[in-house]
């Protein structure tokens, strides 16, 4: 990895969690705090994301270089799945146990579910 690279892998992370803290907020301004209904959104959109930039960078649509500031990068700063996790333990500590196991299991079926749709949607475009 090149200086260069390394910056640029740097400072989109930076863009990618002012962005997280961005929506997040807004969504919590609109929504309320009860369930992490930001997070949820948040994890959600970057998976799949990161599966669409996957697929074009498999077709070779996207650089190898682009393929890591925008997935390692821009995306691995606006995921959040450790904050999924303590908003899991949150609500289970809470006695919120239905809620917990839906925000738990819930985000990880359907973060995998949309990075499986975004590679599908990737390489199809190829």
Known sequence: MTPLLFLGVAAAGGVGAAARFALDGFVRARLGGAFPYGTTIINVSGSL?????????L?????????????????????????ASFETVRLAQAHRYLTAL?????????????????????????
């Open 59 to 83: 077709n070779h649509l996207v650089a190898p270089e682009w393929s890591l500031v925008l997935g390692v990068g821009l995306l691995g700063g606006y995921t959040t799945f450790s904050t």
């Open 49 to 57: 994301l990161l599966g669409l930039i996957t697929g074009l960078a």
């Open 102 to 126: 839906a925000n738990g299991v819930g985000m990880l079926v359907a973060s995998v579910a949309a990075a499986a749709l975004g590679l599908w949607i990737g390489l199809a475009l190829g």
